[in-house]
């Protein structure tokens, strides 16, 4: 199971503020921190990017490619965002991501075939809206599937995200228990090894107290981790949880283990 | 996930010299702090009962039961101190446990079709040692169902604990990776819905960090648990882990979820 680091969104207001005047050090300096944290991969979220969005995501890729060889995902709904930040990758780029909302379809799948690049689907109804249940999100996965086959974006390109949904919905620990299940049955489902990604901090979004959000997050990402999920995005500086996320990847592929590996 | 409280263990010095002297309150002090802590059934550990076997049995299960209405688990190895125990047993008990080996067989079987209870089934060897790998649980599972039913147990009696080897062990993670697959295909391959216990504390068997204890004990819990694990025995001073096992439970059978069930 690879982390994904999620740390690099305009909601944090270090990172705002640095994309919105093109300054790279603190940027970089977080890139930085995700991966001595143990992040493999590195979510670039540009967020809505009113102003000037290629220009951002091009800076963001080449300042973030400039001090990590790490995968970088290409986090945004804007295509011609999406399509700056491909242009400006000289390393590993994914788009983060697509749906079966027909603008997604239309205009940011194209670039996955394109740059011959991995996709993060999103199993999504076409209005944008998740699926009620476990069974929406296999139909949404087979149709995404074969839309993304239609326009000829090879299979083992494309990596799915069940999208988790906040514990605190009316429905969300039945959701995410689903999900479980949708990560266990995708592979069978699609006939091939597809990889799975789940995004942790949605789980346990509307709660404040960082205790709480603790506990939660370490008792879901053993049961995702179990489910065979190939990729936990997360914000690395919650170390209960990355530690928790590593030592689930030791449990469920190491032959040989020694104490030692356990952070105390 | 029921949680059964092993600290009623002569190993506990406090517990031992209470035994000695035959001393109900430090019993009964434990065993209302477990109850008070969350455990829903009570181990009596009674270790190797080289004196008095029976009348120590008999005095812990009275002690025991004049403090608490939780089933208790009658847990030697001793058939005569079992025999004194379930004479004794006015309210809910269950024999641990039985295995393959002859003498369990012979001697411990018969007692829980004669008593009508419960009986906890070890996945050992016939020579008392664990089976190397998953297959060699699920034979000694199946034999142990046939020997079971030979004698007259109602299948619904036999509860399976596959145990749970510790980490440290040169293929320990892989041989409880393979408990895990055991737990979930048990129910298919004995046709009938079987209920499960593992034993934490032995998985953490041999480290002395209790941070790190803690940690491995809590990336496990959310896998039993999603494995479909009936019954957890562990240790109810361990906060984290008790904790842990609680928040899975909601997890994994909440239809209406608070933020409030989840201590901070």
């Keep these: ?9 305009p909601l944090d207001r270090i990172i705002f503020e640095a994309m919105e005047n093109r300054n790279a050090f603190p940027i970089q300096k977080w890139v930085r921190f995700c991966e001595d944290a143990g992040a493999n991969l590195i979510d670039i979220n540009a967020g809505p990017l009113n102003r000037n969005p290629e220009q951002i995501m091009d800076f963001l890729v080449r300042t973030i490619q400039d001090t990590t060889d790490l995968p970088v995902l290409i986090d945004t709904t804007n295509p011609k965002a999406i399509e700056a930040g491909l242009l400006a990758n000289t390393k590993t780029a994914i788009i983060n991501g697509i749906s079966l909302e027909p603008r997604k379809l239309e205009y940011i799948l194209p670039l996955a075939v394109r740059f011959q690049v991995d996709a993060i689907g999103f199993l999504l109804n076409p209005d944008g809206h998740v699926p009620a249940d476990g069974d929406g ?22 990596i799915i995200d069940p999208v988790l949904v906040p514990v605190s919905w009316q429905n969300g620990l039945a959701q995410n228990r689903s999900i479980l299940s949708v990560i266990q049955q995708l592979p069978d489902v699609l006939d091939f090894p597809v990889r ?5 901090s949605n789980l346990t979004a509307g709660e404040r107290d960082v205790n709480r959000k603790a506990v939660m997050e370490c008792a879901w990402i053993p049961m995702l981790a179990l ?23 030791t449990i469920l592929t190491r032959d040989i283990f020694a104490w030692e590996e356990i952070e105390p």
Excluded: F, W
């Excluded at 489910?227 to 990847?249: E, P």
């Design 1 to 9: 199971m690879h982390l994904i680091a999620d740390n690099i969104q």
């Design 196 to 200: 799975t990604l789940a995004g942790l």
């Design 227 to 249: 489910s065979g999920l190939s990729m936990l995005m997360m914000n690395m500086t919650r170390s209960q949880s990355v530690h928790m996320a590593k030592t689930c990847r």
């Design 137 to 158: 999100r296999i139909e949404a996965a087979i149709e995404l599937y074969g839309a993304c086959r239609r326009a000829g974006l090879p299979k083992e390109h494309l």
